[in-house]
């Protein structure tokens, strides 16, 4: 998919420096930055429950483990929501008895 887009001016020189430390072409650097923010805002979207795991890796193209690696990497916190983990205590209670 390609799209037009007009980048601020005051953009320019944080791309530049991003391009330099990666020693790649400004295009590539936005991409890379690009990737970046979707990256961080799937892990968002994933941690809040509005998308599984599975679909965060498809979205993505990676696999379920390399998305709860990204998790860590960017201190995103995952798993059950406390009211999922009471609820799983409680039968795994009833299990046991």
Known sequence: M???????ES??????????????DE?????ML???????YVLKLYSSGEVSLSKAAE???VSVHDVLRLAVKYGV?????????????????????
Do not use: C, F, H, M
């Open 2 to 8: 390609e799209i037009g887009l007009r980048i601020p």
């Open 11 to 24: 953009w320019r020189d944080v791309i530049e420096a991003y391009a330099r430390e990666n020693n790649v």
């Open 27 to 31: 295009k590539t650097a936005l991409r």
């Open 34 to 40: 690009t990737y970046e923010g979707i990256r961080k």
């Open 59 to 61: 979205i993505l193209g």
């Open 77 to 97: 916190e995952v798993g059950p929501t406390k009211e999922q983990a009471e609820s799983g205590e409680k039968w795994a209670e009833k299990l046991l008895k």
